[in-house]
């Protein structure tokens, strides 16, 4: 009997791992997500992406009247008006998504998260001002180095300034770009950040590039303010205080 329970033990325990496994997401599932995502931020979205079906249908319609059979030219032209509607949709959660973190502390290095073509942007930023929550993030490319600050134009400069200075002295011979990612007067919006950064000219080979990042990882990040006149290496715990005396 005993054995006899332990098998049924060993089965319900595997029922139960199974039951537990998570459900592969399939890809109509997230393109579900994403339109519902859209159309939360732009409710007139199913509409447009109706126009651009029924736009591209009529049209291939048109063309099949006058040059050759409707029917072959609907076959053709259904998948294509497919892709203008997806192509509507992709566009629209571009936008959403930009609207959804727009003004959020780490903005723009959500935005540059999405640039290609051999470009890496450092997670945290080089330069903040904590009170305004301003930001400098940096990035290393083919172009060279490049400086995105977050926050009003009067604020950011003088930390543009500093973070440039300190990229120079160390790389005198690598281009350093500076973009003011913002809505103010010369900045750049921050749906434009990325198209602006990939648009840089390319002056730097890939063995460039990699000795460059190694060069700014040895120079380190932001450092945190400590307080004068603490040693945070001869730092000792407060035993009495641990145990509650």
Not at 5 to 10: C, P, Q, Y
Not at 84 to 98: D, I, P
Not at 190 to 213: D, F, G, P, Y
């Amino acid at each position: 009997m005993a054995r006899t329970s332990s098998g049924g033990e060993a089965r319900d325990d595997a029922s139960v791992t199974k039951q537990k496994k998570p459900k592969k997401r399939r890809w109509y599932h997230q393109l579900w997500d994403v339109y519902k995502m859209t159309r939360k931020q732009n409710p007139l979205v199913t509409w447009w992406m109706l126009a651009a079906f029924v736009g591209v249908v009529a049209v291939a319609l048109l063309i099949g009247v006058l040059a050759g059979p409707w029917v072959y030219a609907l076959v053709i032209g259904v998948p294509f008006a497919v892709l203008a509607a997806m192509f509507v949709l992709s566009r629209s959660a571009e936008k959403a998504a930009y609207t959804q973190i727009a003004g959020q502390p780490g903005a723009s290095r959500a935005a540059l998260g999405t640039v290609r073509g051999g470009w890496t942007f450092e997670e945290e930023p080089v330069a903040v001002d904590a009170r305004n929550q301003d930001f400098v993030f940096r990035g290393v490319g083919r172009a060279g180095v490049v400086l995105v600050s977050e926050g009003p134009s009067h604020r950011v400069t003088r930390l543009l300034d500093q973070e440039r200075k300190k990229v120079s002295r160390i790389l005198s011979n690598v281009p350093v770009t500076v973009i003011q990612c913002g809505d103010g007067e010369g900045q750049v919006p921050l749906t434009k950040v990325a198209r602006a950064v990939t648009k840089l000219k390319s002056t730097l080979t890939r063995a460039e590039v990699a000795e460059i990042s190694k060069r700014l990882k040895a120079i380190g990040g932001m450092k945190l303010p400590i307080p004068k006149g603490i040693d945070p290496t001869r730092a000792r715990p407060d035993r009495k205080g641990m145990r509650g005396r």
